[in-house]
């Protein structure tokens, strides 16, 4: 009897498994495709992303009138105008220049270029500047993976409005080629891992300017050029400047952290209320970190082979601490009572010191 139940159990399972099956089966719809051709169901490149393609002229520049989406279908040598706001311009890789006098790329108004957007390609600065988005009340540009290249110009490679942005943007200049300025742009400008190779001078920017991951180099060994230079509440993180005079020069209420400089007169000047910290400063003429202003907190930078690692201000406030002074004849120069300064102790009697806030110098 107990043999002849578990038959009937695995039987009644089985059942109810092939009713599964036909129900499932039942509710699946029919194999058979419609009849008639197959359309497609999904949107057209041109709906997904309208983009209208630019045929070079044969003469003069090439002039975007109406807001919208461009790609360029070959190089373009009379330069490129834009007259309108909320244009989007794809190099696809090609080359722009423009050898009459003007810009490569340009706003054709004076008094607005909003949300321009020009990225994928080269641009030649001549004469007349390279890309210029920044007259009148133009606002929001963003360049993005575009190489400069300046033959021979003495106009800025670049020159934006308020709430730039530029990500890889690379700006390369042959030895000893003279520019007014490699850059100049507004307020609130964001900059991501550019390089500015061989420049005359660094870039010029206004308040709120965020720098993160670029690299800036000059040109010669005299040293007479300037780096970058920043308005109040910057934030230059990450950073290299190597062969400029006055490297990083930043307003009030600054933060210079985790960069490195090499060979300077002038590593670091900061405003009022700025953050110098984590900053690797080396073979300067003059000074590596100098105070332009009140309160500024000086910790963790490592200084070598400058005249004075740190130069500050009558009644500076300031606070130095924690920092390594390698081949520094004078470690910190200019404090009065109104800094704190954390006691400067050389390698042998470091452990002596037991002070977490010591500077430390060594030979």
């Known amino acids: 009897m107990e043999a002849l139940d578990r038959r009937n159990l695995i039987a009644a399972a089985a059942g109810l498994a092939g009713v599964a099956m036909l129900a499932g089966r039942a509710s699946a719809g029919p194999l058979e495709p419609p009849a008639g051709p197959v359309t497609s169901t999904g949107k057209t490149i041109g709906e997904v992303e309208p ?35 909320d244009v989007t311009l794809d190099l696809m890789g090609f080359t722009v220049s423009r050898s009459n006098g003007g810009a490569a790329i340009a706003q054709g108004m004076a008094t607005f270029a909003n949300r321009l957007t020009v990225r994928n390609g080269t641009v030649v600065v001549r004469q007349g500047g390279g890309i210029v988005l920044g007259f009148g009340n133009a606002d929001g540009a963003v360049l993005e993976d575009l ?5 021979n110009s003495t106009d800025n490679a670049i020159t934006l409005g308020d709430n730039a942005t530029l990500r890889r943007v690379h700006v390369l200049v042959p030895e000893f080629i003279f520019l007014f300025s490699t850059m100049t742009a507004g307020r609130g400008t964001t900059m991501e891992q550019c390089r500015f190779l061989n420049v005359s001078d660094g870039p010029v920017l206004g ?36 062969r400029l005079r006055a490297a990083i020069t930043v307003g009030d209420a600054s933060v210079v952290e985790d960069c490195l400089m090499n060979n300077f007169d002038t590593g670091i000047i900061a405003g009022s209320l700025s953050r110098v910290s984590g900053n690797v400063l080396d ?30 201000v009558a ?23 109104t800094a704190a300064v954390g006691p400067v102790v050389t390698a042998t009697n470091i452990a002596a010191a037991g002070n977490p806030f010591a500077n430390i110098s060594v030979a």
């Open 51 to 85: 983009r209208k393609a630019l045929v070079p002229p044969a003469s003069g520049p090439l002039q975007i009138v109406q807001a919208g989406s461009y790609y360029l279908t070959g190089d373009v040598t009379g330069g490129i105008e834009i007259f309108e706001n």
């Open 147 to 151: 190489t400069m290249r300046v033959p």
């Open 207 to 242: 308040q709120f300017a965020r720098l993160t991951d670029c690299e800036f180099t000059g040109t010669g060994t005299t040293l007479s050029n300037e780096g970058v230079r920043c308005g109040p509440l910057a934030v230059v993180r990450r950073c290299l400047v190597h």
């Open 283 to 312: 073979f300067g003429t003059g000074r590596a970190i100098r105070v332009s202003g009140e309160r500024v907190a000086i910790s963790g930078n490592r200084v070598s082979r400058v005249g004075t690692g740190v130069e500050l």
């Open 315 to 337: 009644s500076s406030r300031a606070t130095v601490t924690a920092n390594t002074f390698a081949g520094v004849a004078t470690p910190v120069s200019g404090a009065d009572a």
